[in-house]
């Protein structure tokens, strides 16, 4: 008897450890945490110093992204509503920028743990925060809602808006992005459309690439030829670079990446930047160190190998040298494109 019972309590007891330790136990332990509405400033590239605006309860979102880095989608909404009250919302970010000092913040972005344009005030937001604080407003939105003319509406306050475009097929739509049932990838394309005719701030893009997801040649084609169309102020190919929600999820190959910037490139000339996780120099080549600069450059920009000779001989540096060092240290990849051969920064595999 004594037997039968230590061996039900070990296996319940395995059973809660399991369980304790599982993703989903760790993302409601997240979710029951107390909401921090301001957070930062954070360096980002496409904004400069950003401070953060977390405007919506923990992965309450349209999507559940097989790469987000925040976790899997555990409340997914449709519809808008009020999340935390405006005069909240906007008393933290006024209290923050006195603190900081806006000489030290380039932007006041809504970039929450879930998609903003959720907030039915955002607007509002938007708008009372700019009446009292001359920083700059940007919104990060996975692009899912902007068929609704009201946020529309709601974002056309904002300076910089970040559009999300991941898919143009439908079935590749719904692989990478896993929407609410209620959303398809037309519509959401022909919001985008019209909110690029009609907002007359800065308009940037992201395209997240995960291997064997939407990284062929025709949807790598579709989505440069979309993001063409919107004429965004630059457009972003990024890859995933931190620990995705699905385990199974990995970068785009260097290859794909190159095809994607070179296809990208066509369309909408030198507006197109990498985002490969790489982190140097502040993206420039003002750095003293050649080799620094070379890997700050290829992260954001393949280069062609003669150019990349003549860049480092311009610099008192040995070209054959460096590139066989770095190549052996496996921080650059060689590859061809055309008829040319290109250095890029390795991509980490391991997210």
Not at 220 to 238: D, G, L, N
């Amino acid at each position: 008897m004594l037997l039968e019972y230590s061996i039900i309590v070990f296996y319940y007891s395995a059973k809660v450890a399991r369980y304790m330790n599982s993703t989903t136990y760790l993302e409601k332990k997240k979710e029951d945490m107390p909401q921090k509405i301001i957070f930062g400033p954070v360096p980002s590239r496409r904004l400069g110093r950003s401070l953060g605006i977390n405007n919506i309860p923990y992965k309450h979102c349209t999507y559940a992204c097989v790469y987000c880095q925040i976790g899997r989608t555990l409340h997914f909404v449709y519809e808008r509503q009020e999340y935390y009250p405006v005069d909240k919302i906007v008393e933290e970010v006024v209290k923050a920028v006195e603190v900081i000092g806006e000489e030290n913040i380039d932007y006041v972005t809504f970039v929450p743990d879930g998609e903003p344009t959720l907030d039915m005030n955002l607007g509002r937001e938007i708008t009372e925060i700019k009446s009292l604080i001359s920083t700059k407003i940007a919104v990060i939105t996975n692009s899912s809602l902007l068929f609704r003319e009201d946020v529309r509406r709601d974002l056309y306050n904002a300076d910089t808006v970040s559009l999300k475009i991941d898919a143009i097929s439908e079935p590749i739509f719904k692989r990478i992005n896993r929407p609410h049932h209620l959303l398809k990838i037309e519509k959401i394309l022909e919001g985008i459309r019209k909110f690029s005719k009609e907002f007359t701030g800065r308009i940037l893009t992201e395209s997240m690439f995960v291997r064997g997801v939407n990284d062929t040649e025709t949807e790598i084609k579709k989505i440069a030829e979309f993001v063409a169309e919107i004429q965004p102020e630059r457009a972003y190919i990024a890859v995933p670079t931190r620990p995705p929600a699905e385990k199974w999820v990995l970068p785009a190959i260097e290859k794909q990446i190159l095809f994607a910037y070179e296809t990208f490139k066509a369309k909408i000339g030198k507006k197109v930047e990498l985002l490969t996780g790489y982190e140097g120099a502040d993206f420039n080549d003002t750095a003293e160190d050649p080799v620094v600069a070379l890997l700050a450059i290829t992260s954001v920009h393949p280069m062609r190998l003669d150019y990349v000779s003549k860049f480092l001989t311009e610099r008192g540096a040995n070209p054959d040298e460096i590139i066989k060092k770095l190549l052996s240290e496996k921080k650059i990849i060689k590859t061809k494109y055309g008829n040319y051969d290109f250095i890029l920064h390795k991509i980490n595999n391991k997210v």
